[in-house]
């Protein structure tokens, strides 16, 4: 062997690290959910789900930093346990589900905050229009083999949204003053994840 080849194989050898630690997992949706809630006529919150959650998210574990997170949600997935709430939800005075099927985030960077915690920025797109949020995230938990053979991990985030930077502006002002719902939404994302194997 070259003098040259055995930098080049020294050098794959130490980069070899960094290949081995980042890896691909993709979101189960049988146990996955974005949770929500948002004030209703001043005085109580009232809470929901969204079930459809896919996506992958790539971790590199050498470097958290580096990783990404791409979700995509189903707005139809919308759950509250009143039919005629969930109904008024999907339609265009809300989430308009047939025009707009589903919600989607794509981080641009992550950031280490505090012991085993991480903020994640990216964009956040609802209804068409894509702001700039900031999930507050829990660290990956440790990988754990599941009953079916494979790999999974799970983690939890957080963030609040105004409705109306996403031009769901509906609302209706009460006889007594004030208005029937909050602008501020408070969102929970719990996701579980399956490690995608190498081919």
Do not use: C
């Not at 791409?70 to 009143?82: A, F, L, M, N, Q």
């Not at 919600?103 to 960077?109: A, C, H, L, P, W």
Request: charged residues 25%; glycine residues 8%; proline residues 2%.
């Amino acid at each position: 062997m070259s003098k040259t080849a055995g930098v080049i194989v020294a050098f794959l050898v130490l980069m070899l690290p960094s290949f081995v630690l980042a890896s691909n997992w993709t979101i189960d949706p049988d146990h996955s959910n974005v949770q929500f809630k948002i004030r209703h006529l001043m005085i109580s919150n009232v809470k929901g789900v969204f079930g459809k959650v896919q996506g992958v998210i790539n971790i590199d574990d050498k470097d958290i930093t580096k990783s990404i997170v791409r979700v995509t949600i189903g707005t139809d997935s919308i759950y509250t346990g009143v039919t005629k709430r969930d109904e008024h939800l999907k339609s265009a005075d809300f989430f308009d589900v047939v025009k707009y099927p589903t919600m989607t985030f794509v981080s641009k960077k992550i950031i280490k905050h505090g012991k085993r915690k991480l903020k994640v920025i990216g964009d956040l797109a609802i209804r068409g229009i894509a702001r700039e949020v900031v999930l507050d995230m829990k660290e990956f938990s440790n990988e754990i083999k599941d009953p079916w053979g494979g790999i999974r991990r799970g983690v939890s985030a957080g963030t609040k949204i105004n409705r109306n930077d996403f031009g769901i502006t509906w609302n209706k002002t009460m006889e007594t003053g004030g208005v029937m719902i909050g602008d501020d939404v408070f969102i929970t994302l719990e996701v579980e994840m399956v490690k995608e194997q190498s081919k």
